[in-house]
């Protein structure tokens, strides 16, 4: 059998990187990845905490100690986790009271988008030549129906689906037409 040719060892070289990176990602970086936030934490506090450890001096017994650099950064940290958590509060709960507002307003909206596409499926109706009120009533056929799973239940809810939901709950339940009862 011959030398490998440079086809084969470069698909060599790339299936190895590939597997020394996979390797890394899976094995390595949990275990790198605790120290690097700490060595990176250290780097972000070390001013400050050699600042404060020349300045902050203790009187015992007549000797002036300093406060050890560790008390210090581990003061600091605390202090920062402290306000990362209060900014990381508020932030989740305007984001909370912005989801509570959406949930109170989506029936809204889906009515409304029920009315749009109600009054533009009879104005297609009508220009097409259709029946009158086949358009909308197919629609509100696939929307009705006997749920099925979870995300069918979800649709069958007052405003958002079920008997009389309108077409926005036909499109946005997803339900396809089947005479035969099977969803």
Not at 139 to 161: E, K, N, T, W
Request: proline letters at 7%.
């Amino acid at each position: 059998m011959g030398k490998p040719g440079k086809k084969l060892k470069k698909i060599f070289l790339i299936l190895g990187i590939t597997g020394a990176v996979y390797g890394g990602f899976k094995y390595l970086l949990p275990l790198v990845v605790p120290f690097l936030c700490a060595y990176l934490a250290a780097l972000w506090l070390g001013p400050s905490v050699r600042y404060f450890e020349r300045r902050l001096t203790i009187r015992l017994g007549g000797k002036e100690r300093r406060i050890p650099a560790a008390v210090i950064g581990g003061v600091e940290l605390l202090f920062m986790g402290a306000v990362l958590g209060w900014l990381f509060y508020l932030g989740s709960s305007r984001l909370l009271a912005q989801a509570r507002l959406f949930m109170v307003r989506l029936p809204e909206w889906l009515s409304e988008a029920d009315r749009i596409l109600t009054g533009l499926f009879l104005s297609l109706e009508e220009k097409m030549g259709l029946m009158p009120e086949s358009l909308v009533g197919l629609a509100r056929g696939c929307a009705s129906g006997v749920p099925s799973s979870p995300y069918d239940q979800f649709c069958q809810r007052p405003g958002l689906g079920g008997p009389g939901c309108g077409i926005s709950g036909a499109l946005f339940c997803g339900r396809s037409h089947d005479p035969g009862g099977n969803g």
